[in-house]
């Protein structure tokens, strides 16, 4: 490398001293102009080096800590109501169609990051005055929540075209059988038609699950301490830019491979004895 | 027992169904045959409902089929239908396959649902086959539990849609033996089928269908003894010379 760079991995390691709260949870007592790096504070008391102004591990895991809530909470909405709008589309209804392809154009081609300024700046302004004011003023963590709901519903119209594809995929005799014995068109869903179709569809809703732990880094825009917001805090502190992102890509990387293989995991013991196809080998 | 009064049905322009009627009494076979096109599997999916018809009328056991307000899914529980395709469900075993409609729909309980599902089963020679997923069945097999599986819901009548064209020759046999151990007990049964020595056998009546009409519809003797439409005895010639 030609150019003059202090490598330091120690910066990622640096820990709180016995009794100064870390602030782990991304309380605000992390913002920049918080505590300042620069006036010294707790970090002093403790012998770690001038460099450990501080504690950045802490930072670390609880960036990571957010990442995983955010995106799970998100997952779980996504796939409820991807689940719905992905079934909604294959009714014979026509406004149910309509109304469930709306939703898909509609959150499909948005930008995310576009969404998540919409939710978080303009939703709270169109709702009544009282809804809006809670949103911005009294909800807690207002940011966390705004970014679990838009990676939701964002992740929702990728899950239910999904969902709408593996339903397709089941041969339109299964559904005749299945009525042809009485059940009626909900017990279908129920019993015949999703439990096949989420079996079908696994391999694209474990990228997708993926998707959503490396989308919720957009979430960084709207305040929300995560992973890269933190990564992002300890380079600007410490000017070791290498180092805390190299840990931080491990640390996606190691995320993604965690839910590859529960997915993987989950594929197993769904797979119906005697085929191929469905759910793997 | 069903009813078929001058039904007509579109799909977009194209008439698929031509003014049929016919009429199929307690206890009585009837075989509908004719090529591939003319309607037959139409027709018999009008019959409980799973296709719908523009016109005319259709009955069964005196609920009208395609009037407004009838319960749909309390009827076909009482028509056993058996698929081309057997259609089982994939993800469910054998057993859970004949159980799942009679715990559903009937509110039958697991232990009584599962010893009916036994006992037929039993009945089609395949109790040691319950625990296997039907992807690990032969067609033959698979389509012997399809019927079990309609039998299960104790029907009044059953639906055949051609059970025997999608499976290899070496297994129509086991197929048919169990049909004609159906219609010999006095089973009321519509078939979709080109069997015609299953026809013989055991139909009362030979339905011929051509492009959406009813072209013959004669007692089993007279339709192979003398046919009366051109197109029938062309059909026949065909089918009967291998």
């Not at chain 2, 030979?206 to 005895?233: C, H, L, N, S, Y």
Request: glycine residues 8%; neutral net charge; hydrophobic residues 45%.
């Amino acid at each position: 490398m030609a150019m003059k760079y202090n490598w330091d991995w120690s910066v990622v390691l640096c820990r709180a001293p016995e009794g100064v709260a870390t602030g782990t949870g991304g309380s605000a007592a992390q913002l920049p102009g918080g505590t300042s790096a620069f006036a010294g504070g707790a970090a002093q008391t403790f012998d770690t080096g001038a460099h450990c102004a501080q504690p950045y591990f802490d930072w670390i895991v609880s960036g990571l800590g957010w990442t995983v809530v955010v995106s799970v909470f998100a997952w779980v909405i996504a796939f409820s109501v991807g689940s719905v709008i992905g079934v909604s589309r294959t009714l014979d209804q026509p406004w149910v169609r309509r109304g469930a392809t709306t939703y898909v154009e509609l959150f499909r081609n948005v930008p995310l990051l576009v969404q998540m300024f919409l939710w978080f700046f303009v939703v709270p302004e169109l709702l009544p005055k009282e809804t809006g004011y809670f949103l911005k003023r009294q909800l807690p963590l207002p940011e966390y929540w705004t970014a679990i709901v838009c990676l939701g519903f964002y992740h929702a119209s990728r899950t239910a075209e999904q969902v709408r594809a593996g339903i397709e995929a089941i041969p339109r005799g299964q559904t005749y059988a299945a009525l042809a014995m009485g059940l009626t068109p909900a017990q279908v869903y129920r019993y015949v038609l999703l439990p096949v179709s989420y079996r079908i569809i696994i391999p694209p809703l474990t990228s997708d699950f993926m998707g959503i732990f490396k989308n919720s880094s957009v979430a960084l825009t709207i305040g929300v301490l995560e992973l890269t917001a933190q990564s992002r805090q300890i380079a600007e502190y410490t000017f070791n830019i290498f180092e805390v992102f190299t840990v931080t890509t491990v640390l996606y990387i190691l995320i993604t491979l965690i839910v590859s293989t529960i997915m993987r995991f989950v594929e197993k013991r769904l797979h119906i004895p005697g085929t191929i196809a469905l759910g793997g080998n | 027992m069903i009813t078929v009064d001058k039904v007509s049905k579109w799909f977009g322009d194209f008439q698929v169904l031509d003014k049929c009627s016919t009429r199929v009494a307690k206890g009585e076979v009837v075989v509908i045959c004719g090529p591939s096109g003319s309607g037959k599997s139409t027709l018999i999916k009008c019959i409980n409902g799973l296709e719908p018809f523009q016109q005319g009328a259709i009955t069964v056991n005196g609920i009208s089929v395609g009037a407004e307000g009838t319960n749909l899914p309390k009827l076909r529980a009482s028509i056993g239908m058996v698929f081309q395709n057997f259609e089982l469900f994939p993800h469910m075993t054998v057993l859970d396959n004949i159980c799942l409609a009679q715990t559903k729909v009937l509110n039958r309980n697991r232990a009584e649902a599962g010893e009916r599902a036994m006992q037929l089963l039993n009945r089609v020679g395949l109790a040691d086959q319950a625990p296997k997923h039907p992807a690990q069945l032969s067609g033959g097999q698979q389509q012997r539990v399809a019927i079990a599986r309609a039998l299960a819901m104790d029907p009044i009548a059953m639906l055949f849609d051609e059970p025997t064209s999608a499976l290899d020759p070496e297994m129509i046999n086991e197929v048919l033996d169990v049909m004609v151990k159906l219609a010999l007990e006095g089973m009321t049964m519509m078939v979709v089928t080109h069997e015609m020595g299953f026809a013989r056998k055991v139909a009362d009546r030979v339905v011929f269908m051509d492009g959406g009409r009813i072209e013959e519809d004669a007692k089993t003797d007279e339709f192979f003894g003398a046919p009366r439409g051109e197109r029938a005895q062309m059909f026949l010639s065909k089918i009967l010379t291998h």
